[in-house]
């Protein structure tokens, strides 16, 4: 099936937002027609974080927010007498960065067609912004600009001031001012923020989280989770600051980039991708895993990683436990496409960059009950990866490097939680403290924190 090239489908613009049509001269092939956006965000003026910082809760499913689950996040944000706003996260394609009409970076520059930077994107309404994440954040995009990390900022070599080609729905430019660089934890590691009305400007109006945020009772919060019949894993992800770190969380976009380089894409008529050519030869070379047996096209940056996984799993007898007819055939770790869970977001798969290993598809097929053998789930997460059946939608074939260790987490986990000495044998210990949250990523990816969106 062909997938829809645009972030999103449909959407409108917003009437009140006025839209001027700009000429911008490129060296590279370009949209066909681009526009300034420089109004003011509607909305009320940002309020200032409050001390102490207040506790945030964001609600997902699988993909576009449903009426239903709406309704029943809305009634425990009652029920506990919380704000709550409707909040979208999606992929937008990044086509140019400029300082005085000049590129700075410019996507696919002397080729043909339309290339894009991947950035994942978080839009709130602008009067919860200041309280969820902080004040500058909220007040420049209560001035219509909007907001990078500081991370993605120094990737792109963007200062305030800049101007952000970014490519709509309908295929066309829009351009936005760089009105603040922000922190990465004071944005929740999102790699680009806006409100939501700028947000309607490209296309981007499906809701895809509640958040809601304040100073409430925790119990009480939990009690009205439970009366509404909203569970954690159950259809929804229930993301909470407070919450410990969940060893099978995936790294954010900003994080990937940093570790494993940036590439930009084009997307072609069957809705497959072409990345920077360049970038692939750098980055991707197949190699043949000895001790297993696994033949794959990986990142160099986790062949040194896998490799030690899979020589541990063979040093523990546990080779049985992979099958290498099914992996070397259908699994694999190259596949530049969108995630298939979320391809009405614009995600582009992990697999495009390399990062992720699919192993015995079949019998551990996404949205199935996984049957991955604990014993090597927990030596992958000893070598640097989390695995993808704890994912919103169980991927029990999928392990993703993120790297750095996971063995040691202790967290609820559905499936192959932890055991307290780090080790591999299958008991289940108690659940004890961990040393991260969930706040410093609250906005990293989608709103899918334990992701069902990276296939």
């Keep these: 099936m062909k997938i829809d090239r645009r972030i999103l489908i449909g959407g409108a613009l917003v009437a009140a937002l006025a839209i001027a049509a700009v000429p911008v001269q490129s060296t590279g092939a370009a949209p066909s027609r681009i526009e300034a956006v420089s109004q003011p965000a509607a909305g009320a003026s940002p309020a200032v974080r409050v ?27 009652v029920a506990v007498n ?6 979208r996260s999606f992929n937008v394609g990044l086509w140019a960065v400029r300082r005085n009409d000049a590129p700075v970076q410019i996507a696919g520059e002397g080729s043909s067609g339309v290339w ?3 950035m994942s994107t978080t839009a709130l309404p602008v009067e919860a912004i200041g309280r969820i994440m902080t004040a500058p954040v909220a007040a420049a995009v ?4 909007v907001v990078l990390n500081q991370t993605s900022a120094g990737l792109r070599g963007a200062q305030v001031g800049d101007t952000l080609d970014l490519i709509a729905a ?9 009105g603040y660089i922000a922190p990465d934890a004071d944005v929740g590691g999102a790699e680009l923020v806006m409100s939501t009305d700028q947000a309607d400007v490209l296309g981007a109006d499906v809701i895809s ?6 100073q409430f009772s925790r119990d009480a919060l939990d009690a009205a989770l439970a009366a509404n019949g909203l569970v954690d894993g159950q259809g929804v992800r229930i993301n909470k600051s407070w919450n410990p770190f969940n060893p099978d969380g995936v790294i954010s976009s900003t994080r990937t980039k940093v570790l494993l380089g940036e590439f930009d894409y084009r997307i072609n008529g069957d809705g497959n991708l072409s990345l ?8 991707v070379q197949r190699v043949n895993f000895g001790s297993v047996g696994i033949r794959a096209s990986c990142h160099r940056a986790i062949v040194d990683d896998l490799q030690a996984a899979l020589d541990e799993i063979a040093a523990n007898n546990l080779g049985w436990a992979i099958d290498l007819t099914n992996t070397n055939t259908y699994g694999g770790c190259f596949n530049p496409r969108f995630a298939r869970v979320s391809a009405s977001f614009g995600a582009v798969s992990r697999h495009a960059w390399a990062m992720a290993i699919d192993m015995n598809t079949v019998t551990n097929a996404q949205g199935n009950t996984p049957r991955m053998d604990c014993r090597v789930v927990r030596i992958f997460r000893k070598h640097n990866f989390a695995w993808g059946g704890n994912f919103l939608v169980p991927d029990g074939m999928h392990f993703e490097w993120v790297g750095e260790p996971r063995h040691t987490y202790q967290y609820p986990s559905r499936f192959c939680p ?14 004890g403290p961990s040393p991260r949250t969930e706040r410093d990523v609250m906005f990293a990816e989608f709103g899918n924190v334990g992701h069902d969106h990276h296939d």
């Design 142 to 145: 209560a001035r219509g600009q």
């Design 116 to 118: 894009q930077f991947p």
């Design 82 to 87: 919380a704000p709550s706003v409707h909040g």
């Design 418 to 431: 932890n055991v307290p000495s780090g080790g591999i044998e299958i008991a289940v210990g108690g659940i």
């Design 209 to 214: 989280r509640v958040v809601m945020f304040g």
């Design 170 to 178: 309908d295929g066309n430019s829009r351009r936005f001012v760089l």
């Design 51 to 77: 001390t102490p910082a207040v506790d945030v809760v964001s609600i997902n499913e699988r993909g576009p927010m449903t009426a239903a689950v709406i309704a029943a996040a809305e009634r425990v944000a």
């Design 276 to 283: 920077d050519p360049d970038w692939v030869a750098t980055n």
